[in-house]
């Protein structure tokens, strides 16, 4: 059953219910109302007959009226109504009581004072008749309405219904492969957190399908050259064994090309790992300074391999994000800086804080890059020309990723000491509570 029609049904039952409820209780204070009432007619009825004079006229005098009545003086009848009879209707003394003559039901009073007793009777039917035609007065109204308010409510139900209405239409339409947004144009207040947490669910359900598809493109796009590589030197070592020439040179090509390939599919699953649902789940308060001493640490030996020299110049910086993510973020730029810039450089990092931002630049003294590939080296898998370096093309693409989750902004522009200069700023934490180891 639908809402519409469960709603249409519930809310006439109730009114029907309440109306009829209503009628009940009406009849029953209008039959109260109405007896008092008939009773104080009775009573002024039969005192005006007590001190009329026409009882003197004997039994053929005629009163009109819905009464049936006797007059009595010394127990000898004085006047009757034609549909009273002609012995005492009751024996009672005084008072009001029900009883029955002539075949009907009736409500008596009896009035006794000097020797004259008066009796008044009127009959019951009449009275039900009455209390009835008052309750039909009062309920036929109600009874002519209530179509006319199942038209309200079913028009009301039907107004406030459509919004869902809307948006059930709207969900039924949607194959498996339709993940675009919802749109309900008339939107209730209820239904607007549904709409949004729908579009949400869709937005993510969308996110997840092409993180898949980028992860294989990925996957399939990197790992061709590889893995051609790999096949290459495992021919060049077999033909190499073949003639009992295989040098020191044969392994060094393949210990390299193994370890382009485990860096590729590292960067590869980390781009995929740093989703917006793990990274919310994960941010904490840190200290940017301790994570930047921590990354130049890890990569100090090949630092000094190169010959190069690196400085850190910061304070105590606090952030609220993702060590994980950070961690990547800047080992990628000292790495690039390390790879890219040559032998003999000099890597800077530095830190520089205001009120609610801290930028994190990255500097270096190589050759840097171009003005024409700057916009383009966010590019995944693009490699810039330029430099006789190979990579996987991904790195800088991680790194704006992850600035993008971070909600900051990302900078490269050309180095006062001659490299490229990285430029990142991150919104600072509040500090309420301990830095996490």
Known sequence: MSIQRY????????????????????????RDS??????????????????????????????????????????????????????????????????????????????????????????????????????????????????????????????????LNLLSKQLKQKNANDLTPIKVNENSAE?????NILNLLLERLG?????????????????????????????????AFEDNSITQQHIHELNNNTVRMAHVIEQIITLNRTTPENFEQSKSLLDLRTVLQQVISDNY??????????????ESVPVF???????????????????????????????IQSENIVEVVVEDSGEGISQENLDKVFQRFYRVKQHVETGSGLGLSIVKHIVDLHKGKIVLTQSELGGLKVSIVLPKAAVTGSYDD
């Open 207 to 239: 996110n997840s399908f092409e993180r898949e598809k980028r992860l294989s493109a990925d996957a399939a796009h990197e790992l061709r050259t590889p893995i051609s590589v790999l096949k290459i030197t495992a021919h060049n070592i077999s033909v």
């Open 191 to 195: 239904l607007k957190p549904i709409e």
């Open 321 to 351: 994000g993702d060590a994980f993510s950070l961690e990547i973020l800047f080992d990628n730029l000292i790495k690039n800086a390390n790879k890219y810039s040559g032998k003999n450089t000099q890597i800077r990092v530095s830190t």
């Open 301 to 314: 030996e090949k630092i000094e391999c190169s010959q190069q020299s690196i400085s850190l110049k910061s």
């Open 7 to 30: 709603l249409l049904i519930v809310i006439l039952s109730v009114v029907t219910l309440a109306s009829f409820a209503a009628a009940l209780q009406g009849y029953k204070a209008s």
């Open 34 to 163: 109405l007896t008092s009432i008939f009773d104080e007619e009775m009573k002024s009825f039969a005192l005006a007959l007590m001190n009329s004079p026409i009882k003197q006229g004997g039994q053929n005098a005629n009163l009109p009226s819905t009464f049936a009545y006797q007059v009595f003086s010394n127990e000898i009848l004085l006047l009757k109504s034609n549909n009273a009879p002609s012995k005492a209707i009751t024996t009672l003394e005084k008072g009001f009581l029900d009883s029955s003559f002539s075949n009907q039901r009736w409500r008596i009073f009896v009035l006794a004072e000097n020797n004259i007793k008066v009796i008044v009777a009127q009959s019951v039917e009449q009275r039900i008749e009455t209390v009835e035609h008052v309750l039909l007065e009062a309920i036929l109204p109600i009874v002519y309405v209530i179509p006319i308010i199942g038209l309200l409510v079913f028009l009301a139900i039907n107004r406030s219904l459509k919004p």
